[in-house]
């Protein structure tokens, strides 16, 4: 249902992204951030699914075309260790924070895995972000401080999951906790990726929980 778009950077360069609406005049946005596989049907899935709840999606494509299958790690990992976070998240996420909010709507930001990660450093770094929630992504260790986060913030962790462990999910929170930020952190008996349900990480009722979770804290800060 949605439709490849550029889309204008602060630095007046042009991104590409995918793009779905709601057909709705003035509905808020979200921001959709790619896992580490880049922009994949899925994650345009989870656009279209927002828009159908009412929120006008875009994901900004941060690997310029690049996409890789789920079985090629190797890949994934090469792709995602070579972008520079600090400027996809200041040129390219926040180009589509501003896209989505031009004619004053709120814009929430969200993302997985890897994209979970740049949710929060937007979080920090976009003053134009409203809300933002990240599922089990982290940003890496002195790339930011939970005192930066400004905005309210929800988050999704899996308990079992071998790269965001529950050990940093609990530095994370208590970062968060005495930074006074708000917040919401949940956790669930899932893997790491358990969103996807294109991949045998898939859990549906930690998916269907973090899914109804997080549309309601849209509605709330939205």
Not at 168 to 176: M, P, R
Request: charged content about 25%; glycine content about 10%.
């Amino acid at each position: 249902m949605g439709t490849k778009i550029s889309f204008p950077r602060p630095d007046r360069k042009q991104a590409k992204g995918y793009l779905a609406k709601t057909g709705q005049a003035n509905a808020p946005g979200v921001v959709v951030i790619q896992e580490w596989w880049g922009l994949q049907d899925q994650i345009r899935g989870i656009c279209d699914r927002l828009a159908l709840a009412g929120y006008d999606a875009l994901a900004p494509d941060l690997y310029a075309g690049t996409t890789v299958p789920y079985h090629n790690r190797e890949a994934a990992a090469r792709e995602m260790n070579s972008l520079n976070f600090a400027e996809a998240t200041d040129q390219v996420v926040r180009g589509a924070v501003q896209y989505l909010g031009k004619t004053g709507v709120k814009v929430g930001l969200t993302g997985f895995c890897m994209g979970g990660a740049v949710a929060i450093l937007g979080a920090c770094r976009i003053p134009e972000v409203a809300a933002a929630a990240a599922f089990y992504g982290l940003p890496p260790e002195g790339a930011f401080k939970p005192a930066d986060i400004k905005v309210p913030f929800q988050g999704h962790y899996a308990n079992i999951d071998d790269y965001i462990t529950p050990k940093k999910v609990d530095a994370f929170e208590a970062g968060l906790k005495a930074a006074k930020c708000k917040y919401e952190l949940f956790r669930y008996d899932a893997d790491h990726g358990f969103m996807n349900e294109q991949r045998d990480v898939h859990e549906r009722k930690a998916a269907e929980l973090g899914w109804k979770r997080m549309l309601g804290f849209w509605k709330k800060y939205l």
